[in-house]
C-alpha cells in the first residue's frame, strides 16, 4: 500500500494526471543552471507551476519565485508568469526561469559571481497527451 507524500504517491503521481517532482542543487557563480527537467511526451502539452527558493551560505541573501507556464515538447506555449517573486535587496541579478530543451521542461537558476547559492526546485505538473 502506497502513502501519499503532500498528496502525491512516492513516484511523484497522484493518479489524476498530477505530479510532483523536486530537486536541490548548489550554484557557486553567475551561471544559469539546470534546476529540474522533466520530459515531456512528444504529442502532449504541460502545465507546470514551480516554486524555486534560493539562499546564500550566510542565510542573507534569497530568492524566492512561484512561477508558471504552459509548455509542449518543443516550445513554451505561454509566457512564463511570475505569479509571485521575493529576493533580498542586493540580489537583483539572482534568477529562475522554464525553459524547454530537447523535450524536456528544464528550470534554470542563476546565483551571483563567487557566491554559493543552495536552490531547492519543486514542481507540480500536469500532463495531457492529445491521442
Given amino acids: 500500500m502506497a502513502f501519499f507524500t503532500s498528496g502525491f504517491?512516492?513516484?511523484?503521481?497522484s493518479g489524476l494526471g498530477q505530479s510532483e517532482k523536486a530537486s536541490e542543487i548548489t550554484t557557486a557563480d553567475a551561471t544559469e543552471t539546470a534546476a529540474?527537467?522533466?520530459?515531456?511526451?512528444t504529442?502532449?502539452?504541460?502545465?507546470?507551476?514551480?516554486?524555486?527558493?534560493g539562499v546564500d551560505s550566510t542565510?542573507?541573501?534569497?530568492?524566492?519565485?512561484?512561477?508558471g507556464a504552459l509548455c509542449s515538447a518543443s516550445a513554451v506555449l505561454l509566457p512564463v508568469q511570475q505569479i509571485d517573486w521575493h529576493n533580498?535587496?542586493?540580489e537583483g541579478a539572482w534568477a529562475a526561469d522554464i525553459t524547454v530543451t530537447g523535450?524536456?521542461?528544464v528550470v534554470n537558476v542563476t546565483g551571483?559571481?563567487?557566491t554559493s547559492v543552495k536552490w531547492t526546485a519543486r514542481a507540480n505538473y500536469t500532463t495531457v497527451s492529445a491521442s
Fill in 9 to 13: 504517491f512516492g513516484d511523484g503521481s
Fill in 36 to 41: 529540474l527537467s522533466i520530459a515531456i511526451p
Fill in 43 to 53: 504529442g502532449s502539452v504541460m502545465a507546470i507551476e514551480v516554486m524555486v527558493l
Fill in 59 to 67: 542565510g542573507a541573501k534569497y530568492l524566492s519565485a512561484h512561477l
Fill in 88 to 90: 533580498s535587496p542586493a
Fill in 103 to 105: 523535450g524536456n521542461v
Fill in 112 to 114: 551571483a559571481v563567487a
